[in-house]
């Protein structure tokens, strides 16, 4: 009997000790099989002298070998779910682990300028069209009553981007000065009534300092309808500054002069504080520059604008040095 219980407790501490499933696989054919410490003892049972004896020994071995196969299928158990537990473990995928959002970032003032206006505009019931920004001399000057010649073309310092042939005046590509010529292409593309505002990126001969950058952006406005009046003109200035500055904000016109309105007038907002600020060009469309663009002038008439928008973006936000909208300095866009 002591024999039992030490081959018992032996393979006990055997399966106690195993680590792996292949010990586990190893100790179950060790342990239970043929061979095995604790059926090694049956064969002994012979040797005892009574029937008692026998009867309570072989009850020993039974009891010793059905606690070894449980102990062996419970320890199975409990490796094989510390291996499942290691491989998914090992295998898990932490996708939390590259579920950094990326900073945002956002559109550039100008751009941010450039769409609230269309917004306005649209709310006011224009509709937005565009030009190229590579224009003929024909569209950014002729077309806007300025002939080959005219003294106003000096007060844009155009660049040509083809050269005059000997006996030419000027040649007849040009990144266009304002977005004026689409005014042209805008009559020419269709008959009136015509809302537009026409929002683009403008270029003139210009070193940058403060105040002057080569390449800037202008919104240009064109209605031709019939009875256009100046009054007209007037109240859609006034309720463009109101719903884009706010209500505290109202405006005027200053007579002046451009070659493509008649009467030319400039505008300007005042702001609560009493200031009054110029904002940009404006006039009723002189009958010239209806003419080419196939509109009669005796049927219909019209009022344009036309303004800068980094100059505006600039005044609202107080910016010191307007080339700062344009060298995309990081620190300076993220203010905005
Ligand atoms: N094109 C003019 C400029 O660039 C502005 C303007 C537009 C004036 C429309 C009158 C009418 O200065």
Not at 26 to 35: E, F, H, I, S, V
Not at 48 to 71: I, P, R
Request: charged residues 25%.
């Amino acid at each position: 009997m002591a024999d039992i219980s030490a081959a018992r407790g032996a393979a006990l501490a055997q399966i106690e000790a195993a680590d792996s499933l292949e010990s586990i696989a190893a100790l179950d054919t060790q342990l239970l099989g043929k061979k095995g410490s604790i059926a090694q003892l049956k064969t002994k049972l012979g040797g005892l002298a009574t029937v008692d004896e026998k009867k309570a020994a072989g009850q020993a071995v039974n009891e010793a070998m059905q606690a070894v196969s449980s102990a062996l299928a419970a320890r199975r158990v409990e490796l094989g779910t510390a291996a499942t537990a290691a491989r998914v473990e090992a295998e898990r995928l932490d996708l939390t682990e590259f579920a950094v959002k990326p900073e945002r970032g956002h559109a550039h003032l100008v751009t941010q300028s450039w769409e609230r206006l269309e917004d306005v505009f649209i709310g006011l019931g224009f509709q937005v069209a565009e030009g190229p920004e590579v224009e003929t001399d024909w569209h950014n000057f002729e077309a806007l009553n300025m002939p080959i010649g005219h003294p106003a073309r000096g007060e844009w310092d155009t660049l040509f981007l083809d050269h005059a042939a000997p006996g030419e005046d000027v040649g007849r590509t040009v990144l266009r000065t304002h977005t004026s010529p689409v005014q042209i292409r805008t009559m020419l593309s269709g008959m009136p009534p015509i809302y537009i505002v026409a929002p683009g990126r403008v270029f003139r001969r210009d070193t940058p300092d403060a105040t002057h950058m080569p390449v800037f952006h202008q919104i240009e406005g064109l209605v031709v309808d019939r009875d256009i009046t100046m009054a007209d003109l007037a109240g859609t200035i006034e309720a463009f500054t109101k719903a884009f500055f706010g209500a505290d904000f109202s405006s005027r016109l200053r007579p002046s002069y451009f070659p493509f309105t008649e009467p030319s007038a400039e505008f300007d907002i005042q702001r609560p504080d009493g200031s009054w600020l110029e904002l940009g060009g404006c006039g009723m469309v002189h009958p010239n520059v209806l003419r080419h663009g196939g509109i009669d002038p005796e049927e219909w008439s019209g009022f344009a604008f036309g303004f800068g928008i980094d100059r505006m973006a600039v005044m609202r936000h107080d910016v010191a040095d307007i080339r700062d909208m344009f060298v995309n300095d990081i620190r300076f866009a993220e203010q905005f």
